[in-house]
């Protein structure tokens, strides 16, 4: 199901950046990991707009899990397609789910659980966020 671009909800582009190569000529592992975090950040500030703007937000999204599968080589120059959505929605956390794509073929997949966090702890996702949640999960592929 995750190996398809259409079951991602948020879809984006990247051009793959010489500098991100490896001394086997293929984008390095960290620079993907980068790319799948790059997916998942774009989507949460689209959910959450002031969740990365330390001046104004009452609450923060924080890391507890990340698992990525690197599933294929990677070559420079080219474009890469990012898809990111939510796999699963819990009382104070989610998971964001991203796929890395050249051409038709999946590269790689992330699943990251992200809590939400007030001043003492986590705290529950808010009925608001909750439903923008709810309009990226993942879709059944075409």
């Not at 490896?22 to 620079?31: F, G, R, Y």
Request: aromatic letters at 6%.
């Amino acid at each position: 199901m995750r190996l398809k671009l259409d079951t991602y909800p948020v879809v984006d582009a990247i051009q793959a950046r010489y500098g991100d190569m490896d001394s086997n000529a293929h984008l390095n592992n960290l620079a993907l990991e980068a790319l799948h975090e790059n997916a998942r950040a774009t989507m949460n500030r689209n959910l959450f707009p002031d969740i990365y703007d330390v001046t104004s937000r009452r609450l923060r999204l924080v890391t507890s899990q990340n698992a990525v599968h690197f599933l294929a080589e990677v070559h420079w120059p080219g474009t890469i397609q990012t898809g990111a959505g939510v796999g699963r929605i819990g009382r104070t956390s989610f998971v964001a789910s991203t796929g890395l794509f050249v051409g038709n073929k999946c590269v790689g997949v992330c699943d990251t659980v992200l809590v939400l966090l007030g001043d003492d702890g986590p705290v529950p996702i808010p009925d608001d966020a909750l439903a923008a949640l709810d309009t990226v999960r993942l879709k059944s592929p075409s």
